[in-house]
């Protein structure tokens, strides 16, 4: 696991939060209340490692998607008509 230091500026509201999260596990610090907060709730929004299915699908999607279309680049005009803007 790599780490990155991060400086954060935080409302009233979560500081609270993970005030709390360090008290009710014991943590050192809210840094640590962070990553337990995260660790408790992050599956909901991202998986923490993609699956080998996910994987073989995008390899799949973008190996057809260049056989039938090669490395052609789309103009902003074609995006922009494709989109509907």
């Known amino acids: 696991m790599s780490e990155v230091t ?3 500026r935080v409302d009233g509201y979560t500081n609270r939060v993970l005030g ?6 014991g943590l050192r610090d809210k840094s ?3 990553r337990k907060f ?3 709730n992050g ?15 995008v390899i799949s999607t973008s190996k057809a998607h260049i056989k039938k279309h090669g490395m052609r680049k789309m103009s902003l005009k074609e995006l ?6």
């Not at 709390?20 to 596990?25: G, L």
């Not at 993609?50 to 699908?57: F, I, K, L, N, T």
């Not at 922009?80 to 803007?85: E, N, R, S």
């Open 38 to 40: 995260v660790e408790m």
């Open 32 to 34: 640590e209340a962070l």
């Open 43 to 57: 599956d909901s929004i991202l998986e923490r490692e993609v699956s080998e299915d996910v994987v073989r699908s």
């Open 6 to 8: 991060l400086n954060l």
């Open 20 to 25: 709390v999260v360090k008290e009710m596990f």
């Open 80 to 85: 922009d008509k494709l989109t509907g803007l």
